[in-house]
């Protein structure tokens, strides 16, 4: 299980202790000095170079992540997370959840709209033609063997490198948007959700999620979350059109999300009283 991770409070209410053989946790840090105390983050710290929003720097990070785990023969599913995530479940029911599962929770759509395959140049062709562009979600959660194909991709991962990024053909392509979900709905369709464990809230159509501050936690919000069955993509063209599919576990309908996202830390102990782990 891969994951970078919210607060070390956070982290202990999350009942971690004493699952300490099922899990390992991987930072991806500046270069500066470290941030983290918590025993579980000592040696975990992965530095590089500055990580730009939009850039493919977003996806060398999530590269660099996954091979520093797959040196682990344990790790077994891989999980992307950003310090403002918070689980919504207890240890072992999102263990369970993903160690158990069939596929990988990598996200996906088709957005015929201009922040969707708008953004598509055709120098990316013959690899990559405009019908399998897809759009998503970055925060994935996927089996090793997924993990393992990404590592091995160079063919696709230089197409977004040098033909999805900022001002090329006049667009603005980020490349952490689509290179995960075009990449499998090529190589693997089947294999992948198509939707993401982590929740995260679109609704006020805007270039960043909502953020939410100690006084929108409640107990409503988290249970309304957790709940959540059916996932839902917005197109960005005119007609604005919902994509509405059910989250299906191994062909079973079941709630859609095990993370959520994105809690401002002033939200800890709010979040520490009402999730009862």
């Known amino acids: 299980?891969?994951?970078?991770?919210?607060?070390?409070?956070?982290?202990?209410?999350?009942?971690w202790q004493g699952h300490e053989g099922k899990f390992s946790v991987y930072i991806h840090a500046s270069k500066g000095k470290p941030v983290h105390v918590s025993r579980y983050f000592l040696n975990r710290e992965i530095r590089s170079d500055e990580v730009v929003w939009g850039r493919i720097s977003m996806v060398d990070a999530e590269r660099r992540l996954l091979a520093h785990a797959l040196k682990d023969p344990d790790n077994q599913h891989f999980v992307l997370l950003s310090d403002s995530c918070v689980p919504l479940h207890n240890f072992d029911y999102v263990y369970n959840y993903l160690m158990h599962a069939n596929m990988s929770f990598v996200d996906g759509f088709v957005d015929p709209g201009p922040h969707g395959n708008g953004?598509?140049?055709?120098?990316?062709?013959?690899?990559?033609?405009?019908?399998?562009?897809?759009?998503?979600?970055?925060?994935?959660?996927?089996?090793?063997?997924?993990?393992?194909?990404?590592?091995?991709?160079?063919?696709?991962?230089?197409?977004?490198?040098?033909?999805c990024k900022h001002g090329l053909d006049g667009k603005n392509c980020i490349a952490d948007e689509h290179y995960l979900p075009t990449f499998f709905h090529m190589i693997d369709p089947g294999g992948i959700a198509n939707w993401s464990v982590t929740h995260v809230d679109?609704?006020?159509?805007?270039?960043?999620?909502?953020?939410?501050?100690?006084?929108?936690?409640?107990?409503?919000?988290?249970?309304?979350?957790?709940?959540?069955?059916?996932?839902?993509?917005?197109?960005?063209?005119?007609?604005?059109?919902?994509?509405?599919?059910?989250?299906?576990?191994?062909?079973?309908?079941?709630?859609?999300?095990?993370?959520?996202?994105?809690?401002?830390?002033?939200?800890?102990?709010?979040?520490?009283?009402?999730?009862?782990?």
């Open 119 to 163: 953004r598509y140049s055709e120098h990316m062709l013959p690899v990559i033609e405009e019908k399998d562009f897809r759009k998503g979600a970055q925060w994935f959660s996927m089996r090793r063997q997924h993990a393992l194909i990404v590592m091995a991709d160079n063919i696709y991962y230089s197409r977004f490198r040098d033909y």
């Open 1 to 15: 299980m891969l994951c970078t991770v919210y607060l070390h409070k956070m982290l202990a209410h999350f009942s």
């Open 202 to 277: 679109w609704s006020e159509r805007k270039w960043h999620p909502k953020s939410y501050r100690a006084q929108d936690v409640t107990e409503e919000l988290l249970k309304n979350i957790s709940s959540i069955d059916m996932t839902v993509h917005v197109t960005s063209d005119e007609k604005n059109q919902e994509l509405v599919q059910p989250c299906l576990w191994n062909g079973i309908r079941r709630p859609c999300h095990l993370f959520a996202r994105k809690f401002y830390p002033e939200t800890l102990d709010k979040l520490m009283m009402l999730l009862y782990f």
